[in-house]
T-cell receptor, first 113, second 112 residues
Framework: EAQVTQNPRYLITVTGKKLTVTCSQNMNHEYMSWYRQDPGLGLRQIYYSMNVEVTDKGDVPEGYKVSRKEKRNFPLILESPSPNQTSLYFC????????????FGPGTRLTVT | AQKITQTQPGMFVQEKEAVTLDCTYDTSDPSYGLFWYKQPSSGEMIFLIYQGSYDQQNATEGRYSLNFQKARKSANLVISASQLGDSAMYFCAMRGDDKVIFGPGTSLSVIP
């Protein structure tokens, strides 16, 4: 089954404790992206990757890191989480180009206290 | 700067009626794609329909159609014959060759 998986689905952590949210896709997609969803703001792009070893900032990259060492994986790293990073996070993948829809993971609900 | 505007935070529609969800966008790129996604209360993001900037005809997918007016920079979603299962958040999105931006969404409630 074609899918994007994210782990964990739910995470409660404390300020400053490093965490990683994993994302993996099995569709051989070049393009992968991370979003955060906050009420009234829709989804905002954090980072995206056009291919292996190629990453770039989206609209809200501050406080986040990513890496793309393999085509299928695109982890999101919060090295020192803060309460304003409490949000719903989505990973997505697609073929590259403006004409292709994205396939989304199930989301990760992160709470930072 | 690229931007997506959805001016209707919440809407109600009677079951079996048609409803239009508004989306306007701003970009200076000549080539882009416009997408609509549905997010039910369970939280997953579901792709509904796509319109390319160079497409001459409006896109349709079953009960969904996209009213694309390029000169007005609008890409409204029309849902015909609304069903209770259409109650959800709806997001308009625009994609260039790299970045993707989303609007704030419209919450649609279908009334029996």
């Amino acid at each position: 089954e074609a899918q994007v998986t994210q782990n964990p689905r739910y995470l409660i952590t404390v300020t400053g404790k490093k965490l990683t949210v994993t994302c993996s896709q099995n569709m051989n997609h070049e393009y992968m992206s991370w979003y955060r969803q906050d009420p009234g703001l829709g989804l905002r792009q954090i980072y995206y990757s056009m291919n292996v070893e190629v990453t770039d900032k989206g609209d809200v990259p501050e406080g986040y890191k990513v890496s793309r060492k393999e085509k299928r994986n695109f982890p999101l790293i919060l090295e020192s989480p803060s309460p304003n990073q409490t949000s719903l996070y989505f990973c997505a993948s697609s073929l590259s180009g403006a004409t292709y829809e994205q396939y989304f993971g199930p989301g990760t609900r992160l709470t930072v206290t | 700067a690229q931007k997506i505007t959805q001016t209707q935070p919440g809407m109600f529609v009677q079951e079996k009626e048609a409803v239009t969800l508004d989306c306007t966008y701003d970009t200076s790129d000549p080539s882009y794609g416009l997408f609509w996604y549905k997010q039910p209360s369970s939280g997953e993001m579901i792709f509904l329909i796509y319109q390319g900037s160079y497409d001459q005809q409006n896109a349709t997918e079953g009960r969904y159609s996209l009213n694309f007016q390029k000169a007005r920079k609008s890409a409204n979603l029309v849902i015909s014959a609304s069903q209770l299962g259409d109650s959800a958040m709806y997001f308009c999105a625009m994609r260039g060759d790299d970045k993707v931006i989303f609007g704030p969404g419209t919450s649609l409630s279908v009334i029996p």
